[in-house]
């Protein structure tokens, strides 16, 4: 890490002695290795400071340390300086909690849009409200998974893991976007299915069976091939690369097989009729999309056209005499 302090706004004449109360401070600190000399420019306007943690760059001491060497700005902005916290190891502390902070608002944006499209398009509030839990179950359970074995160390040596070390700030942002559009593709291709059937007969048994058995094949297909796709990058020597493709695979796989194609049947054949219920006051406002086409009026068959070969032969022949 680097201390980097701007002194041009302090006297010229104070400049050094600013920079140098702030070494002794940084040589003191709990948790600090080592600290190189500080490097001035000529007018002493900028100076370096090089820290070396006693910890490693990925563990919480390290962490902990930026926020406290950040803590001695105070005591420089008194004589008019300002510090900064700059490095490699400064820089992705603050990526991750700036992605840990923005990470629980992108998630309630998803889910609510998800609820609101998929009441609108199955007219239901059961129905949205298990797709949603299913999505964050899938999250919960891959990111599970992945700290498991990328951060703990299990099953390290059959995946080529060389060291555990914490996942990447990002992944959780990259399962997230990626498995809730996967997910709510699986989602849509069942429930569909099921509510045209329910749509047609308002059998809510045979509807759960009419959807899996139109639309299963499609789900265990596609999640086949999104979680080779995704199997095949786990190999990969990078590390990042291997910790995404292992959390996406896995997550794909548990939503599609657990969710999807278990969960989802079983929680729809608990519910039965309530399944499809819409509250009066949320069916008055909820706009009628009619995805499935029910209320399209039957097609209907044209009278057959009247064979024209025997009524035209007598006058045929007729014009044949004359």
């Known amino acids: 890490m680097a201390a980097v302090v701007d002194t041009s706004a302090v006297p010229a004449a104070d400049r050094k002695t600013a920079v140098n109360d702030l070494y002794s401070q940084l040589t003191e600190e709990p948790g600090v290795a080592h600290v190189e000399a500080p490097v001035m420019n000529e007018d002493a306007t900028l100076a370096v400071v090089s820290v070396i943690p006693a910890t490693g760059p990925d563990d919480q001491a390290t962490t902990d340390l930026v926020h406290k060497l950040r803590g001695h700005e105070p005591a420089l902005a008194q004589h008019g300086g300002t510090l900064y916290i700059a490095g490699a190891t400064a820089a992705a502390i603050d990526v991750s909690d700036k992605l840990s902070d923005a990470l629980p608002l992108f998630?309630?944006?998803?889910?609510?849009?998800?609820?609101?499209?998929?009441?609108?398009?199955?007219?239901?509030l059961l129905v949205p409200l298990?797709?949603?839990?299913?999505?964050?179950?899938?999250?919960?359970?891959?990111?599970?998974?992945?700290?498991?074995?990328?951060?703990?160390?299990?099953?390290?040596?059959?995946?080529?893991?060389?060291?555990?070390?914490?996942?990447?700030?990002?992944?959780?942002?990259?399962?997230?976007?990626?498995?809730?559009?996967?997910?709510?593709?699986?989602?849509?291709?069942?429930?569909?299915?099921?509510?045209?059937?329910?749509?047609?007969?308002?059998?809510?048994?045979?509807?759960?069976?009419?959807?899996?058995?139109?639309?299963?094949?499609?789900?265990?297909?596609?999640?086949?091939?999104?979680?080779?796709?995704?199997?095949?990058?786990?190999?990969?020597?990078?590390?990042?690369?291997?910790?995404?493709?292992?959390?996406?695979?896995?997550?794909?796989?548990?939503?599609?097989?657990?969710?999807?194609?278990?969960?989802?049947?079983?929680?729809?054949?608990?519910?039965?009729?309530?399944?499809?219920?819409?509250?009066?006051?949320?069916?008055?406002?909820?706009?009628?999309?009619?995805?499935?086409?029910?209320?399209?009026?039957a097609p209907t068959t044209a009278p057959p056209q009247p064979d024209e070969g025997p009524a035209d032969a007598p006058a045929a022949a007729g014009a044949n005499r004359r």
């Open 107 to 124: 998630v309630a944006i998803i889910v609510l849009l998800a609820l609101v499209l998929l009441t609108i398009a199955f007219r239901s």
């Open 130 to 297: 298990k797709a949603v839990l299913g999505f964050l179950l899938s999250v919960a359970a891959s990111l599970g998974i992945t700290v498991w074995v990328f951060q703990e160390g299990h099953l390290a040596g059959l995946l080529g893991i060389a060291t555990p070390a914490p996942v990447i700030s990002f992944l959780p942002v990259v399962l997230v976007g990626v498995l809730f559009g996967l997910a709510m593709d699986y989602e849509v291709f069942l429930v569909s299915r099921m509510r045209e059937h329910h749509e047609q007969t308002h059998d809510a048994a045979g509807a759960i069976t009419h959807g899996v058995a139109g639309s299963g094949r499609v789900v265990t297909a596609a999640a086949l091939i999104m979680s080779a796709v995704f199997g095949g990058f786990v190999f990969n020597d990078d590390p990042i690369t291997k910790s995404i493709a292992f959390a996406l695979t896995i997550g794909v796989a548990i939503d599609a097989f657990v969710v999807r194609m278990t969960l989802v049947p079983a929680t729809m054949a608990l519910l039965g009729r309530r399944a499809w219920h819409l509250p009066a006051w949320l069916n008055r406002i909820t706009p009628n999309v009619d995805i499935e086409g029910a209320r399209l009026p």
